[in-house]
């Protein structure tokens, strides 16, 4: 990646009508004992034990501290204080409001080439010296194993950035039709006003991606991320920065969630919403939108990926070892805290001794502890007491004749749409399946775990109350970030204004 960047570097115009850039999906790395990324890791832990870092609001290119003093905790160690870091204040926040306004055309009208090489350093630094820090914080900071920090911290968010950035420059490539007497072109533009990213505490990319990919495409942002992910979220940012993000364009602003959300969305400039979390926020930023309607100068572009409360239905004629092992996966790891998580499995009567009995002793080997001493855990405490997010798995054992039924339950029973799975070697089945399931995921796995989705492999994102399935990881994603300009310029001068039939 460094060759070809200095490849790209060196293009000057050139480089400026290229269509595409080869990316490929960051390879996970194994963490083997012996292995260069197991040191690496391990180094970072140690600078990490015992250590507080502070972390201040960003605002104005400015690091600011407020008097609202707090701290992020270990989720498996509440005695390491892993981060210092304060609230902005609601004058704080219409001050990194004032300050992203004042950088936005500048930033807006950069050319894409320039703002997409900003994000590929950034997966680069990611992808090489960064990467252990980065993993570090999140496991000390969010109680995520190697494998889970890996996942997320280094190779979703690598790939996030590296794949935007090559969406963005093949959308610059798509241009209307010209003819002979005019030139037709699309500008896109970021959106006019500046977007707020709203973060979960559950996966470092997130975090980078609800910001990053508005900036990429021209938009200024206000960053609020969460409390409970301030460590690996800081380090994110400061690598934008280090890659040459100018200090304007993503302001840093931990903060309260309400009061966030309520002073973004009574700023007549607020034109677009980056969120993941759970539904009940997202209503609420929603319903705030809608009341402020009238004082917006443009229409808010609403992005929020929520909650799944996700299936894996096994059929009669399913492979049972996969059936329990992806289902141990899916509804283990990282505590459950994924919102692909499965939390319901509906197994068949004639099959669930079976089932029961594999998942009861397989479940008894997961081990639960602390991940930085111990890599043989598989996962360890959840991030805080709040409503059920968690190791929590529910069964439903039905009559294997009553199979669609059970479909349509499955189909019925919740308000969500984010995540599911079936299990079965029959096609017709299969296919019956899809069928009757086709609104009750937007992520839909056959044969495999309900989690565990790949940037550019499986976009993400849910429907019903999962969100507005936005699908971030694909193409489709930017284009919410953008509002493009048709130009049309005409060649021949108009010397009449009459029509031909008229005369
Ligand atoms: P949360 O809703 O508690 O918080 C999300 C963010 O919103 C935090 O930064 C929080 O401080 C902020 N916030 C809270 N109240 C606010 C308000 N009134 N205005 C503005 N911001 C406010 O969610 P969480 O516990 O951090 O994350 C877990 C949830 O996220 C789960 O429900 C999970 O399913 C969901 N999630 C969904 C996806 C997806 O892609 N669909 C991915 C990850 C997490």
Same mark, same amino acid.
């Given at each position: ?188 533009? @970021?959106?006019?006003?500046? !977007?707020?990213?709203? +973060?979960?505490?559950?996966?470092? %990319?997130?975090? /980078?991606? $609800?910001?990053? *990919? ?93 909650? @799944?409360?996700?299936?894996? !239905?096994?059929?009669? +004629?399913?492979?049972?070892?996969? %059936?329990?092992? /992806?289902? $141990?996966?899916? *509804? ?108 009750? %995921? ?62």
């Amino acid at each position: 990646m460094w060759r070809q960047l200095r490849a790209l570097r060196g293009c000057g115009r050139r480089w400026q009508h290229r269509s595409a850039i080869q990316v490929t999906n960051e390879p996970i790395l194994e963490f083997k004992p012996g292995s260069p990324e197991r040191a690496a890791l391990q180094k970072a832990l140690a600078d990490l034990r015992g250590k507080t870092e502070d972390i201040p609001c960003v605002i104005g290119g400015e690091e600011v501290w407020t008097p609202t003093v707090r701290y992020q905790l270990s989720p498996f160690n509440h005695a390491h204080k892993v981060a210092k870091y304060c609230y902005a204040s609601k004058e704080l926040i219409n001050k990194a409001i004032n300050a992203a306004l004042a950088a936005r055309k500048e930033w807006d009208l950069k050319p894409v080439q320039d703002r997409a090489q900003i994000f590929l350093k950034a997966a680069d630094m990611l992808s090489g010296p960064r990467r252990a820090e980065v993993l570090a914080k999140t496991m000390v900071g969010q109680g995520k194993t190697v494998i889970q920090a890996e996942i997320d911290a280094a190779a979703e968010l690598i790939d996030f950035f590296r794949f935007n950035a090559k969406y963005a420059l093949e959308l610059e490539q798509s241009q209307p039709l010209s003819v002979d007497i005019s030139t037709n072109s699309m500008v896109y533009r @970021g959106l006019e006003g500046f !977007v707020a990213a709203v +973060s979960p505490f559950n996966f470092t %990319a997130i975090g /980078g991606n $609800l910001a990053g *990919a508005p900036a990429l495409m021209g938009n200024v942002v206000l960053w609020k991320p969460s409390d409970t992910a301030l460590l690996s979220s800081y380090a994110v940012y400061k690598i934008l920065l280090e890659a040459g993000l100018p200090p304007n364009v993503v302001q840093f602003v931990p903060s309260d969630g309400p009061e966030f959300g309520d002073t973004v969305t009574s700023s007549e400039h607020f034109c677009g919403l980056n969120f993941t979390g759970s539904v009940p926020t997202f209503k609420r930023l929603w319903k705030q939108v809608s009341e402020n309607l009238d004082r917006y100068r443009n229409f808010p572009r609403l992005a929020g990926e929520c909650g @799944g409360k996700n299936f894996h !239905v096994v059929h009669s +004629s399913a492979d049972v070892g996969s %059936a329990v092992n /992806g289902t $141990l996966r899916s *509804a283990f790891e990282f505590g459950g805290q994924k919102c692909s998580a499965c939390s319901r499995l509906y197994a068949p009567a004639s099959l669930w001794p079976h089932i029961k009995e594999k998942l009861l002793e397989e479940h008894g080997k997961i081990k639960v502890g602390d991940p930085t001493q111990d890599f043989g855990t598989f996962f360890s405490a959840v991030i805080d007491a709040k409503e059920i997010f968690g190791p929590i798995l529910t069964v439903f054992v039905y009559p294997e004749n009553r199979y669609k039924e059970v479909l349509e339950l499955i189909d019925t029973t919740t308000p969500y749409g984010l995540t599911g799975a079936i299990f079965a070697q029959e096609k017709e089945v299969i296919e019956e399946s899809r069928r009757l399931l086709r609104n009750a %995921a937007g992520n839909f796995y056959i044969n495999d775990k309900s989690t565990g989705a790949v940037v550019a492999q499986q976009p993400f994102g849910g429907s019903r109350i999962s969100g507005t399935n936005d699908k971030p990881g694909g193409p489709h994603y930017i284009l919410r970030w953008t509002s493009p300009q048709a130009v049309k310029e005409t060649h021949v001068p108009l010397r009449d204004w009459r029509y031909a039939y008229m005369q």
